[in-house]
C-alpha cells in the first residue's frame, strides 16, 4: 500500500523568506510523486510532478521541488514566499505497479501562512 | 475551458435524505474520482471510474454509490444521508494517456452538511 506523511499542519514564513513545505512517501514500486495547492473555497490545482530524472522538478508560480529517494521525501520549496502563496498544499503518490485505477493517495495537507 | 464541473456547490441535509453530486468534465478524460476531504484527514477516495459504464470501490465507499452512464459525467449518490458524511467533496478526472504520470484536474468542490 501506498502512503504520504506530511508531518507539519501548518508553516509559517516571513514575506521574501524561503519556505519549505515536507513530504515523505512510501510506495511498493518507483514512485510518481505530485504536489497540490488549494486555495480558500476552491479545488486543487496541479504544481509540479516528478516522474523520473533529474531531482529537481520545477513547476508553476516559482515553485519547485525535490525528490530525494534514499530518505523517499519529496519537500517543496520556493526560494521567495509571497502572501498569495497562502494556501493549503497537498502532497499525493501514486505507484507505477501497473494498478488499474491510477489513483492519487494524497498527505494530509500543510496549511502555509505567509506573514507580510 | 470549462474543464471539471460540480453540481451543486452547497447542499444542506437533513439526516436520513438522499441526494446525487453530478461531476462533469469536457476533456474527453477516462478516468474520473470522487473524494471527500475532511480536516487533518486529506483527501480520501470514495470511488472510482475507468471508464464509461464501469467504477470500482476506493478508501471509504460504504453509504455512497457512484454511476457512470456518460462518458463525461460521474454521479456520486447518498442513498440515506447520515451526519459523518458532512464533508467537501471534490471530483477529479485524468485522461488515459500518459499512464501512472498522468495529473488529475479537479472540481471545485461541493460542501455537504448533513443535520
Known amino acids: 500500500a501506498q502512503s504520504v506523511a506530511q508531518p507539519e499542519d501548518q508553516v509559517n514564513v516571513a514575506e521574501g523568506n524561503p519556505l519549505t513545505v515536507k513530504c515523505t512517501y512510501s510506495?511498493?514500486?518507483?514512485?510518481?510523486l505530485f504536489w497540490y495547492v488549494q486555495y480558500p473555497n476552491r479545488g486543487l490545482q496541479f504544481l509540479l510532478k516528478?516522474?523520473?530524472?533529474?531531482?529537481l522538478v520545477k513547476g508553476s508560480y516559482g515553485f519547485e521541488a525535490e525528490f530525494n529517494k534514499s530518505q523517499t521525501s519529496f519537500h517543496l520549496k520556493k526560494p521567495s514566499a509571497l502572501v498569495s502563496d497562502s494556501a493549503l498544499y497537498f502532497c499525493?503518490?501514486?505507484?507505477?505497479?501497473?494498478?488499474?485505477?491510477?489513483?492519487?493517495?494524497f498527505g494530509k495537507g500543510t496549511k502555509l501562512s505567509v506573514i507580510p | 475551458n470549462a474543464g471539471v464541473t460540480q453540481t451543486p456547490k452547497f447542499r444542506v441535509l437533513k439526516t436520513g435524505q438522499s441526494m446525487t453530486l453530478l461531476c462533469a468534465q469536457d476533456?474527453?478524460?477516462?478516468?474520473m474520482y470522487w473524494y471527500r476531504q475532511d480536516p487533518g484527514m486529506g483527501l480520501r477516495l470514495i470511488h472510482y471510474?475507468?471508464?464509461?459504464?464501469?467504477?470500482a470501490k476506493g478508501e471509504v465507499p460504504d453509504g455512497y454509490n457512484v454511476s457512470r452512464l456518460k462518458k463525461q459525467n460521474f454521479l456520486l449518490g447518498l442513498e440515506s444521508a447520515a451526519p459523518s458524511q458532512t464533508s467537501v467533496y471534490f471530483c477529479?478526472?485524468?485522461?488515459?494517456?500518459?499512464?501512472?504520470?498522468?495529473?488529475?484536474?479537479f472540481g471545485q468542490g461541493t460542501r455537504l452538511t448533513v443535520v
Open positions: 477529479a478526472s485524468r485522461p488515459r494517456g500518459g499512464g501512472a504520470t498522468a495529473e488529475a484536474f
Open positions: 510506495v511498493s514500486g518507483n514512485p510518481y
Open positions: 516528478y516522474i523520473t530524472g533529474d531531482n
Open positions: 499525493a503518490v501514486r505507484d507505477n505497479s501497473g494498478a488499474g485505477s491510477y489513483q492519487l493517495t
Open positions: 476533456m474527453n478524460h477516462e478516468y
Open positions: 471510474s475507468v471508464g464509461e459504464g464501469t467504477t
